[in-house]
C-alpha cells in the first residue's frame, strides 16, 4: 500500500502509531476510495469529504468501505449536532486487535436476523417518538465500487507539508500510483489512487454500477435511500429503490450467500491488515529507537566537536608560542653558528700559515742545497756544450759546400726537364694528327660500308671493285694503328726516363736541405740553452740570499702562531660546549618541521602528478583521434593511388599486347613488301607507349609526393607534441629539483666568499712580508 500525497481528500496513512486500530472496525473492512456522497440536510444536496479519523497523534485518513451495520449504528450515534459533514470520532483508539475481532463476531451471529425485509425499500421519511431525524440520501451499496474513480477536489485545507509515509509492502496489497503535482493552490485536481481488484468480479456480490443511471434516477425524482431513523439502518441495507433485477434481493438464499461472502473476505482483510499492522509497529519501534540513537549520537557529536574546537584553540595558541620560540633559538643559532664559523675559520688559517711557513722554510733550505750541485753541474755541461758549438760550426761549413754542388746539378736537370717535355710535346701533337687521320679513314670505312649496303641493294654487278677499295682502305688503316702504337710506345719510355731522373734530383736536393736546416737548428738550440743556463745560475744565486732572510722571519712567526693556537684552542673548547645544547634543541625543531615539509611535498606533488596524468591522457586521447584520422585519410589517399596504380598497368599490358600485333603485322608487311604505311605505325604507336609511359611516371610521381607530404605532416605533428611533452618534462624536473639546486647554490656563493676572505688574507700577509723584507734590508743596509 502506498500513501497519497498530502493534497489528495481519498486517504492517507501516517507514519506513527495510529496504524495500530485506528477504528475499532478497520480489521473487518479494506481502505479503497469511494466517491463523494451527498447529503440531505438544509440545502437538500451537500458535498460530503471522505471519513477523517481524528485522533491525538495521527493524520490517517480512511474511506471506509463494506462496514457492518452495526459498526455504522454506532458511528452514527456518535455524531453530534446536525449531519451536515459526517465526521466520525474515533471511540476505540485504545483497543487491540482482539477485542475488534470479538465485536466482529458477535455482528456475524445475529445479522440476518436482525434484516427488516418489510421496511427495506420505503421512501417515506418516518418520525420516531415525535422526534424528526435528518435522513442520508445514499446513491449506492458501500459494497459497490465505482471504477472509474474519477478525480476529486480538496476541500480541506492544506495543514503544511505532511511527514514522509511509511511503505507497506505485502503482495496480496497492490501498489497505488498518484499522479504528480502540477499546479499549487488549494483547490488542485488530484487523481485518485487506483482501485483495488479484491475479488474476481463474476463471483463477487459486488456488481457493475453506472453513473448513467444514478443520474437517470436522480433526475427523474426517484430516491435510493430508505425514509426512516439513522438508527433503524441496518446491515446490507439497499441504496436506492430500483425496479432492476440485480437490486431486488427476496431471494433469502442468494442474500446469505453474498453476505458469508463478504464476511470471508473481510477476515482475509483483518488477518492483512493484523499482518501490516504487526510489521508497521516493528517499523515505527525501530524508527523510535533509530531516532533515539540518532539524537543521542547528535548531542555527542556536538559535544565532541565543541571539545575539539577548544583543543584545536589550544593546540594553535601552544603551536604559535613554539613557532615563536624556534623563531627566536633560530636567530640565537644563526648568531653563534657565524660567531663559530669565524673562529673556526681564524684558527684553520692559522694552522695554513703555520704549515705554509713551515713548508717555505723546509722548501729553502732544500732549494739552496740543490742549487749549489746545479751550479757545479751547470759549469761542466757549458764547458762540453762549448766544444759541440765548435764542432757543430765546421760541419755547418761542409754541409754549405755540398748545397752548393747539389744547387748546379738541380739547374742541369731542370734544362733536361724542359729539353724533354719540349719534345714530349711534339710527340703529342703527332699523335693527334695520326688521331684524326684515323677519325677521317673511319669515316670514310663507315661511309663505304653504307655504299656497300646500297650498292648490295641496287646490285649485285658491282660488288668486285668496291670490296678492293675496302680492302686497301682497311690495310691503311692498320698501317697507321701500328705506327700510332710504336709512336706511343717510345714516348711513354722516353718520358718513364726522364721521371725517373728527374724524381731522383729532387730528392737528392731535399734531403740536402733538410740536413742543413736541422744542423741550423741544432747549432742555435745549444747556443741558447748557454745563455738559459748562465741566466738561471745568476737567479739561483739571488734566491738563495733571499730564502735564508725569509727562512729568519718565518720562525719569529711560527712563534707568535703558536701563542695565537693556544688561545683559541681555549675559546673554542667553550663554544663547542654551548653549541652542543643549542644544537640539540635546533635538531628537534628541525626534525619536526622537516616532517611537517615532507607532508606538504608529497600533497603538493600528488596533485601534480594527478594534474599531469589528466593532461597527459587527454593529449593522448587527442592524439589517438588524429593519428586515427591521419590513418584514414592515408587508407583512402592509398586506395585511390593503388586504383591509379592498377589502371596504369592495365593499360601497359594493353599497350604491350598492341605493340606485340604490330610487330607481328611489321614483320608480315615486310614480307608482303609495305614497308612505309607499317613504318609510320609503328612510330606513332612508339610515340603513344612513350606518352603512356611519362603519364605514368608522373601519376608515380605526384602519389609519392603526396605521401611524402602526408608524412612530413605527421612527422611534424609527431615532433611538436614531443617536444611539448618534453618540455613540460623539464618544467616538472625543474620545479622537482629547484630545492636542491638552491641548496647548491647556497652552498656555491659560501664557498665563494671563503676563497674570497682566503684571497684577501692572503693579499694581506703578503703586504706584511714585503713590510718585513724591506725592513731587514734596510736594517742591513
Known sequence: MRSSSPKTNNFEMSDERGMEDPVGGLSSMPTTPVQKTPIRGSNNEEAVTSVVLMRSATRLKVHPHGLSAKKKLEECESVQGSLEVPVVVEQWTDRSLDCVRRSEEE??????????????????????????????????????????????????????????????????????????????????????????????????????????????????????????????????????????????????????????????????????????????????TSCDVAFFHYKKMKADYETLSVDCEQKLNKSYEEVLALIKERDRFKERAYKLKTRIDESTDEFHMLKQNQSILQGKYETLINESETSKQRETELGVECSSLKGEVARCSKERQLLDEELKNVSTQLHDVTTRNTMLEDHNEK????????????????????????????????????????????????????????????????????????????????????????????????????????????????????KIEELNDDAEIGKAEIKELQEDKLELERTNACLESSIAELEDSVRNWQAKYHEQEEKDKISLELESIQLKNNNIEAEHLAELEQLHSNLSSLQDALKEN????????????KLREDNKAFEKKYQEALKNESRESDLRLVEALKKEVIAWKEKYQLKEQESNKSLKLLAEDLYIQYSSKHEQKVKLLKKGYETKFQSKLDKITLQNEGLTQEIDLLKNQLASERKEKQKLLEVLESRKS
Do not use: W
Open 107 to 284: 455482528g456475524k451471529q445475529n445479522a440476518l436476523e436482525r434484516i427488516d425485509i418489510n421496511r427495506m425499500f420505503s421512501t417515506s421519511q418516518e418520525n420516531v417518538e415525535g422526534v424528526e431525524e435528518p435522513m442520508i440520501r445514499m446513491n449506492r451499496s458501500p459494497l459497490r465500487l465505482d471504477m472509474s474513480s474519477p478525480i476529486k477536489t480538496n476541500t480541506i485545507d492544506d495543514e503544511g507539508p505532511q511527514p514522509k509515509r511509511l511503505k507497506l509492502e505485502l503482495e496480496c496489497v497492490p501498489s497505488l500510483p498518484q499522479p504528480d503535482d502540477e499546479k499549487d493552490g488549494a483547490n488542485e485536481l488530484v487523481g485518485s489512487p487506483e482501485v483495488i481488484e479484491m475479488i474476481d468480479t463474476k463471483s463477487s456480490p459486488m456488481r457493475e454500477f453506472s453513473h448513467a443511471e444514478c443520474e437517470e434516477h436522480r433526475n427523474e425524482g426517484f430516491d435510493g435511500t430508505p425514509r426512516r431513523r439513522i438508527s433503524s439502518l441496518h446491515t446490507l441495507t439497499p441504496i436506492r429503490k430500483n425496479t432492476d433485477e440485480i437490486y431486488n434481493l427476496s431471494d433469502g438464499a442468494e442474500l446469505g450467500e453474498g453476505y458469508h461472502m463478504i464476511t470471508s473476505r473481510n477476515e482475509e482483510l483483518a488477518k492483512q491488515v493484523h499482518v501490516l499492522n504487526q510489521k508497521l509497529n516493528k517499523m515505527m
Open 427 to 542: 710527340l703529342r701533337e703527332e699523335i693527334s694528327d695520326l688521331k684524326e687521320r684515323l677519325t677521317t679513314k673511319n669515316g670514310e670505312l663507315e661511309r663505304l660500308q653504307k655504299q656497300l649496303d646500297e650498292t648490295i641493294s641496287a646490285g649485285k654487278g658491282a660488288n668486285d671493285e668496291v670490296l678492293a677499295e675496302l680492302n686497301e682502305v682497311i690495310a691503311q688503316r692498320a698501317n697507321l694503328e701500328a705506327e700510332l702504337e710504336a709512336l706511343r710506345v717510345a714516348s711513354e719510355a722516353d718520358g718513364n726516363k726522364l721521371r725517373d731522373q728527374l724524381h731522383e734530383a729532387v730528392t737528392r736536393s731535399n734531403l740536402m736541405v733538410l740536413e742543413v736546416q736541422e744542423l741550423k737548428d741544432h747549432s742555435d738550440g745549444l747556443q741558447a740553452g748557454l745563455n738559459a743556463r748562465v741566466s738561471e745560475i745568476e737567479q739561483m744565486s739571488k
Open 642 to 653: 593503388s586504383d591509379v596504380i592498377t589502371d596504369l598497368k592495365n593499360l601497359n599490358e
